[in-house]
T-cell receptor, first 115, second 115 residues
Framework: AQSVTQLGSHVSVSEGALVLLRCNYS??????LFWYVQYPNQGLQLLLK??????LVKGINGFEAEFKKSETSFHLTKPSAHMSDAAEYFC?????????????FGSGTRLSIRP | DGGITQSPKYLFRKEGQNVTLSCEQN?????MYWYRQDPGQGLRLIYY???????QKGDIAEGYSVSREKKESFPLTVTSAQKNPTAFYLC??????????????FGEGSWLTVV
């Protein structure tokens, strides 16, 4: 069955520290994977996505993620956290050539930045 | 600027009332979606439409209805049959079906509260 798991509902890092948000997926076929960010009371904004090709994907605001098939992971990283990164982050698993009901959102990870 | 406009931002519903959330997009996207977001949970699909005059139920369609009479509009009605409607509702669209890896774009969301 298709699924996506975000490890840690809340992650707190110091400003300037490495950000690592974990996402593991389960899929019977190679998935499409997305990371979205949501600021309070707003919609979701695309950070980056992996469909095919290069497994290291760079996104906006200095974020990047690496698709690791062997580990079924798509962790999101940023070398140096900024206060403006405080938000909720969602990992999304899409099964290619399927219906919209096969778009699976993770439960989200809330990122807090300590001054 | 192109985008997705949801209105109203905040809506209060009395018991037994139907309410309609508006969603308009000027991105010329074929596919549109409605999601519900509850605290601490990921997004859950209510309804989606891949083309005008056609729509399908998502995972939690009971108590909701939609229409797709125009390409740019996809209103959601929360009926009195929905027993727990208090939530954050997100409208989204994509240029085509997401099963090709197309990005989903989101509106700013609407808060619905039952009073």
């Amino acid at each position: 069955a298709q699924s996506v798991t975000q490890l840690g509902s809340h992650v707190s890092v110091s400003e300037g520290a490495l950000v690592l948000l974990r996402c593991n997926y389960s899929s019977s076929v190679p998935p499409y994977l997305f990371w979205y960010v949501q600021y309070p009371n707003q919609g979701l904004q695309l950070l980056l996505k992996y469909t095919t090709g290069a497994t290291l994907v760079k996104g906006i605001n200095g974020f990047e993620a690496e698709f690791k098939k062997s580990e079924t992971s798509f962790h999101l990283t940023k070398p140096s956290a900024h206060m403006s990164d405080a938000a909720e982050y969602f990992c999304v698993n899409v099964v290619p050539w399927s219906s919209a009901s096969k778009i699976i959102f993770g439960s989200g990870t809330r990122l807090s930045i300590r001054p | 600027d192109g985008g997705i406009t949801q209105s109203p931002k905040y809506l209060f519903r009395k018991e037994g009332q139907n309410v309609t959330l508006s969603c308009e997009q000027n991105l010329n996207h074929d596919a549109m979606y409605w999601y519900r977001q509850d605290p601490g949970q990921g997004l859950r699909l209510i309804y989606y439409s891949q083309i005008v005059n056609d729509f399908q139920k998502g995972d939690i369609a009971e108590g909701y209805s939609v229409s797709r009479e125009k390409k740019e509009s996809f209103p959601l009605t929360v009926t009195s049959a929905q027993k727990n409607p208090t939530a954050f509702y997100l409208c989204a669209s994509s240029i085509g079906s997401t099963d090709s890896g197309n990005t989903i774009y989101f509106g700013e969301g609407s808060w619905l509260t039952v009073v």
